[in-house]
């Protein structure tokens, strides 16, 4: 029972006990009107609040550090625009299985529905990107909406939660009460597999002679890196990991193919593609892995893993459903597997596959830097245990490959909702969440120029993140499409044609150090230099030029079959034979 049990409190200082009790140890947010009267038990309060410069930053900082943690994240923003701000990281946070938590004031309520200064129904606003939205108008109901909220956020399929909260709840007062359990009809996620659909499992997947390991980020979210390693251990089968699930399996594993879908390796694009048996695990085939739906895997039965029933049968038809938590269902797999499937001649045709098409890229020209280079000698040279965070583009594909992805929770961007922006903020929460860790944000200087204000706040709250902008002066993804698809004609794609804005110099104006490197020497210097620098935020423009493209590509709406090594440059899947 909590000491403050029976005790009268005002609704704000419920709010802070109450999160202190469900173990709450840092939050990222903006004071406001409506939300202020919970700002001054904060004062008092062993909780640590980060003062961010944007909303949006704070909402990015709590998925960084949920997402490293694997603890729920926790926003704070006033009514109106300061929770209105907050919609893109609740949205990126649902897309991406993210563990939040987003506590925003609200006018009083007898306003609510007047128009009232500073009034939004964020509750209606987020209800299609919550897994629930909670607005409370009474004292007493504060508690229990917290508690609520924090189990909601981290059970089950992992997202965000929203408690609103009117001024005067915060205001007024009542005895407190903790729960001591909670009530919630309808919401009881399945945790343990049937027994049933995993020995069905296990025996397609005995028989299947061309399988693949398709495993996505409910794997990270569930903690199964050691369960997935057993059960290829046991299987020998061939993996891909999604964009998300990066790290879950290491990369140096022979095993591994590498990442599927419109960026992916050819080894890992064609492994899906030629399988006869897709054992997707807390996947849900995004358009981004299949590519044009009724071509993805034609040849393959599929077994899908999850514990959000919804996701199962919903893009691609199923023959083995398994409705459960990802960690639970692999060590079942594991120890119902009685005989690994013989496929010896579809391995060696992948692994043959996997040699022949790595990625590459071209040296770029007159001596300039090659983006490719930046990103793998940033990887090389920094300690095994660093935490990487992309930006949205060009750099992030490019990091997706090119990074050493060897240790799960390492690797952290926006996947669904592909959300410029969001690397400073995010780093920053990965930071707080592994102080001691080094961690490399990898940015475009489009995305770069979202949310660089928050370096502010990690220069005066001894935030030392490393920052790497990978500067084409141009927004790459887009101008690689108009390259490709409409005849080089840039319209609005060229951000800059000279140092504009001066990168190192606002760096050093936001209190980090600032440099920039234009050729490989100043590159190695620059990377040694940041690596020796832990007291300060360091910033680094890596200058590179505008045509580099990501490869492979797999064009948008066509069959996955029609991947692209390079321009007009096909792999030459027809010579496969099994």
Not at 340 to 351: G, H, I, S, T, V
Request: proline content about 7%; hydrophobic content about 45%.
């Amino acid at each position: 029972m909590s000491e403050a049990e029976g005790r009268m409190m005002t609704g704000a200082q419920a709010l802070v006990e109450s999160l202190e009790l469900v173990g709450v140890e840092v939050a990222f947010g903006i004071p406001g009107g409506a939300i202020l009267p919970a700002y001054d038990p904060l004062y008092d309060s062993r909780i640590r609040h980060i003062l961010v410069r944007h909303e949006q930053g704070a909402g990015h900082a709590a998925e960084g550090y949920a997402m490293v943690s694997g603890r729920v994240g926790v926003c704070i923003a006033t009514s109106g625009p300061g929770a209105t701000n907050l919609v893109t990281p609740i949205g990126n946070a649902y897309m991406d299985s993210t563990p939040l938590v987003a506590i925003t004031g609200q006018v009083n309520s007898t306003a609510i529905g007047t128009d009232a200064f500073q009034e939004a129904d964020i509750r209606g606003i987020v209800m299609p990107i919550t897994k629930h939205s909670f607005l409370i108008k009474r004292t007493e109901d504060i508690p229990l909406a917290i508690k609520e909220a924090f189990h909601i956020a981290s059970t089950g399929r992992p997202g965000p939660v929203l408690v609103d909260i009117a001024k005067d709840a915060l205001a007024g007062s009542a005895p407190f009460h903790w729960p001591k359990e909670l009530e919630l009809p309808g919401y009881k996620p399945t945790v343990k597999p049937h027994v049933r659909q995993i020995r069905a499992a296990a025996r397609l997947i005995e028989q299947a002679r061309r399988p693949v390991l398709y495993v996505g980020g409910g794997v990270v979210r569930a903690e199964a890196y050691e369960e997935l390693a057993r059960l290829v251990e046991i299987t020998q089968i061939p993996v891909v990991t999604t964009l998300m699930a990066r790290g879950a399996f290491p990369d140096s594993h022979e095993l591994h193919m590498g990442m599927p879908g419109m960026h992916g390796t050819v080894a890992a694009v064609g492994a899906l593609q030629k399988a006869d048996l897709l054992v997707a695990v807390g996947t849900r085939f995004d358009d981004r892995v299949t590519g044009r739906l009724d071509s993805f895997a034609p040849h393959a039965k599929v077994i899908h893993a999850d514990i959000d029933p919804a996701e199962i049968g919903k893009n691609k038809a199923v023959d083995i459903p398994i409705v459960g938590d990802c960690r639970q269902t692999l060590a079942l797999l594991a120890e119902e597997i009685g005989v690994a499937p013989q496929a010896a001649a579809w391995r060696e045709m992948l692994l043959g596959m996997k040699q022949r098409y790595q990625p590459r890229w071209d040296e770029a020209p007159d001596g300039r830097l090659s983006p490719q280079e930046v990103i793998q000698r940033i990887g090389q040279l920094s300690p095994e245990d660093t935490v990487y965070v992309a930006g949205v583009g060009q750099h992030q594909m490019w990091s997706a490959h090119f990074l050493p992805h060897e240790r799960p929770r390492s690797w952290l961007n926006s996947g669904g909702a592909g959300t410029m922006g969001f690397c400073v903020p995010a780093a920053m929460g990965a930071k707080v969440a592994h102080p001691e860790r080094t961690v490399w944000g990898i940015d475009g200087d489009g995305c770069f120029q979202m949310t660089n204000q928050e370096l502010v706040t990690c220069a005066l709250n001894n935030i030392p993140i490393k920052i790497a902008i990978i500067n084409n002066n141009a927004l790459g993804m887009v101008r690689q499409w108009q390259s490709l698809f409409y005849g080089s004609r840039y319209s609005n794609t060229d951000l800059s044609t000279e140092h504009l804005p001066n990168f190192p110099m606002l760096a050093e104006a936001m209190g980090c150090v600032g440099m920039r490197a234009t050729n490989e020497e100043e590159m190695e210097d620059c990377i040694a230099r940041a690596l020796e620098i832990n007291d300060r935020p360091v910033v680094i423009e890596f200058v590179v030029h505008k045509d580099a493209m990501v490869w492979p590509m797999v064009p948008a709406g066509v069959s996955n079959d029609e991947i692209l090594v390079a321009r007009n440059m096909a792999p030459e899947w027809e010579e496969e034979e099994l």
